[in-house]
């Protein structure tokens, strides 16, 4: 029996960083296994690798909240191990303070308030502080401390670690999945195609949640800005550059950089830092997030007994979800080994 062996094989379909965390964790879980990523593109030509990759459950639909907490909460602890293992650097995670803020009657989800450090509810006097030139000041916030996990950075680096530990890269685009599971030695396969499930498993509640950034040096800013408004925009700091956000239009998908957004962008930013006027633009971007109504991370048996593991739908924060979602799937392949011997 293969599994008893720990020689069976594994296909992560999907290159983007749900698929390096899944096949990672397959990898070092079970280092006999012969484990391949098979997507058609790589970084930096992912969904997140335009992303300032902020910690922070953000547009993932009505997943649970425990589930969204429980997923983040492992992608928090992996962060922690790479910021104290002195790989920091090379795979792009900073631990940086934050700010999310509302106005009027807006709520700020707290659910997760424990998982970051040093959470709490700001004063009006320093709420005053970054409503910059905003015509009504912000009336609540949260200040706290979290990590940026840039995924230009960090996903080169998850594959290096993947690369190292025997896993196989393979650029591929694939039509027919049943035909690649019918056809192929895989014993299991990871779905980790993101917005690729609406023509791969034809998921009709998967839909794009289009999103335009621009990217500005400004070496002085070192605070994450959340205006958590429905509208409002946001400032991260990576380490080359400055995320400037940003769109959220849902079942949008233009990747085309649209002028209108460009200035909402820009303009919104320097109301709440008029600095920024002096920043100089290095680029834009837009990715279309995987919006769905949950994300789908679930298993089920497929022809001749082969196992296929959904983890796909990661909505707005895909990067926050990974590493957790990736500890799932190998629970749930464990099981399903376990009932298999
Ligand atoms: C502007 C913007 C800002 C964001 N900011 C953040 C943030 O700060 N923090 C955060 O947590 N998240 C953020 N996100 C969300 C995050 O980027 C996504 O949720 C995440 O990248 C999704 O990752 P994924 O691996 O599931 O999908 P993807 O990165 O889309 O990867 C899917 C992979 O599957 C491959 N594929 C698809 N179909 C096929 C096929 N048929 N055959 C072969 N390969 C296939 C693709 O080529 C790709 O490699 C942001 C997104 C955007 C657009």
New binding site residues.
Partial sequence: MRFASCIFQVAV????????CCAIQVKEKWPGAKVSI?????TP????????????P??MGDTPAGKVNEWSLGMHKFLKQIWISGDSGEAGVCLIPCVRLATGGNQLDVSWRDIVYGCRAMKQTELDAYSGTRSSKFTSGLHFVTY?SE?AKLLPYLEKRFRSSGGNVIK????DLEELIRNSNYDVFVN??????L??VNDKMVHS?????SRVKADWIYYAILDESFNGNYI?PNLDSV?L???HQENNYNLNICPNDKSFIINGCQIHLPGLKHAQHLKD??????GRKQVRLEMEKTYNNKILIH????????????WGCASEVVELLQKSMKSKL
Avoid: E, M
């Fill in positions: 379909l999907g290159g983007g960083i749900n698929g390096f098979i997507s058609d593109l790589y030509n992912t969904t997140g690798d335009g992303s300032a990759g902020l910690w922070g953000y547009l940026t995924p591929q685009k694939i039509n980790c195609v993101g917005l690729g499930a023509d791969l949640i289009r999103g335009q950034v991260i995320v956000g940003g769109t971007w837009v990715g279309l997030r995987p983890n796909y739908g990661h909505g707005g924060c895909g990067v926050t979800l990974s």
